[in-house]
């Protein structure tokens, strides 16, 4: 089975690993592809939306010191995820299991990025967890081959479906004759 994020009840897991600490926020961002130039003689550059940019995700928790461990020892652990890698050496690929993405689209993501902070206040640190959307190169292949297609293909005129009226005062003149 696929390693998968999951989020239930302010907690989040990767794969069967339960994140030691708790959910306060996440967020999806999405952004559409431009292809911009300059052009000669004109202030500004040439837009042209191109697609979608791949959704990125973001995940804060709060790592809390308790009886169990500390809120360093919780962002070591998780540092560890953050630095795995597959079988062959790359980034780890996650299912989604959350409503939010999946409305979103997000099916798969790579952990991206690990970003922590901590105050002098308590005894606590901030972690944000950042997720790339994956989307596997051959179905990226797919898509370009289908739209590729879908351009080429001829444009198809409907059938006629039954003769025009006549006007009346022809029908007339036609059947005099």
């Known amino acids: 089975m696929a390693k998968a994020v999951t989020f239930e009840d302010g907690q989040v897991f990767l794969g069967d690993w339960a994140v030691p ?10 952004a559409v592809r431009f292809d911009e130039a300059e ?11 191109k697609g979608w940019e791949d959704a990125d ?4 928790i709060d790592l809390l010191t308790d009886s169990s461990s500390t809120c360093y020892e919780k962002l070591a652990l998780i540092d560890g ?3 795995g ?11 989604v299991r959350n409503s939010h993405l999946l409305v979103r689209g997000v099916r798969q ?28 190169v051959i179905t990226r292949a797919e898509e370009r081959a289908i739209a590729a297609q879908q351009s080429q ?7 006629k479906t039954a003769e025009p009226e006549l006007d009346p005062a022809l029908k007339v003149n036609l059947e005099a004759e």
Do not use: M
């Open 153 to 159: 293909a001829p444009e198809i005129s409907p059938a």
């Open 39 to 49: 052009q000669d003689g004109l202030s500004g550059k040439a837009k042209l939306a």
């Open 109 to 136: 993501v790579v952990f991206s990025g690990l970003n922590s902070e901590e105050s002098d206040r308590d005894d606590t640190i901030r972690a944000t967890l950042r997720f790339v959307e994956h989307i596997p």
């Open 85 to 95: 890698v597959d079988n062959k050496g790359n980034p780890q690929v996650f299912d």
């Open 57 to 60: 995700v973001q995940l804060t």
């Open 81 to 83: 995820v953050f630095k």
């Open 21 to 30: 600490g708790i959910l306060v926020r996440q967020s999806v961002r999405g």
